[in-house]
């Protein structure tokens, strides 16, 4: 992929997005705004501080900014994504609950919503981490009588890398996850779009390119990269010794990867470039193609930041 794959960047932005359940989420400095397709056709967009531990005491400094960063994507995240397949499916309120939920209803009344975010953010790290950091460690364990113990963390790097490609590919095939990567799609391409210094026009955005240096997935990407390299230099036999350094090392892999992509996207050289590729070429499993109606609340909700926070 060429720089002019790429569209020419002459008002550079901070604002950055989610795809989440019929719609799109876009973030500024301070607050949020979601557009969501609704069961009657519109869209419906709400506005909200942000808030979160980001920017705040030892979190405004590097690498610990980046660890603040990702766990409040997790939790609003997911907070987010929750509430968005509420507004798509506004219907879904109207069934019968079933037992357990109305004994959580019962015991936790309004404490519910929160609960159940939390334990969605637990079980997602528990899967997450089990998946990319201790089935690779597993796996690489059984050639520890084969290579030498400097190689251990190279072949668990690249089984890391293995597990999350298929992953990736596939959650693609699934129908469902295809609409949410057409909304990624919209995501990067209305910022792209305003990033360009045109007008938000779904005419104006369509031809743009749905790939964007500061995505998470290139953010994952570089988390899978940057540990094969921290682990590289932490060294032992031992897989219980390997699973408790990985787990311990994970923030803080996070938080250097953080600085990669925010450096990547302020950055138009040619060295930002190489590095970013390969995410770029990943973001074309992560994103898709999206419709005009896509695109229609990608716009909803940027214009909602921008209104509140102009660029």
């Not at 219907?91 to 357990?100: G, N, Q, R, V």
């Amino acid at each position: 992929m060429s720089n002019h794959d790429m569209e020419k960047r002459v008002r550079p932005t901070s604002i950055g997005g989610q795809a989440i359940i019929e719609g799109v989420m876009m973030r500024g400095k301070r607050i949020y705004a979601m557009a969501v397709r609704n069961p009657a056709g519109g869209i419906t967009i709400e506005k909200n501080e942000w808030g979160g531990i980001a920017n705040k005491g030892i979190f405004k400094y590097p690498i610990f900014r980046g660890i603040g960063a990702f766990v409040d994507s997790l939790i609003t995240g997911t907070k987010i994504l929750m509430h968005s397949a509420e507004i798509a499916g506004e219907d879904w309120a109207e069934e019968e609950l079933s037992p357990f939920e109305k004994y959580l209803q019962n015991k936790f009344g309004d404490k519910i919503n929160d609960i159940l975010i939390y334990f969605s953010v637990t079980v997602s790290l528990i899967l997450g981490m089990g998946l990319f950091f201790v089935l690779p460690v597993w796996l690489g364990s059984f050639f520890k009588t084969i290579v030498p113990v400097w190689a251990l963390g190279v072949i668990e790097g690249l089984l890391r890398i293995a597990i999350f490609l298929l992953y990736l590919f596939l959650i693609s095939r699934m129908k469902e996850i295809k609409r949410v990567f057409q909304y990624h799609g919209a995501e990067h391409k209305t910022i792209n779009c305003f990033e360009s210094g045109k007008e938000l026009t779904v005419e104006n955005i369509m031809p743009c390119t749905r790939l964007h240096k500061r995505c998470g997935t290139s953010f994952l990407l570089f988390v899978m990269i940057i540990s094969m390299i921290v682990f590289f230099f932490v060294r032992t036999d031992s897989v219980a010794l390997r699973l408790v350094s990985r787990i311990f090392l994970v923030p803080f892999i996070a938080g250097i990867s953080y600085e990669v992509i925010r450096w990547a996207g302020k950055s138009e050289s040619k060295l930002v470039a190489a590095i970013s590729y390969p995410g770029l070429c990943l973001q074309k499993i992560t994103t898709a193609e999206p419709d005009e109606s896509q695109i229609e609340t990608a716009i909803a909700a940027m214009k909602g930041v921008l209104e509140d926070e102009e660029e």
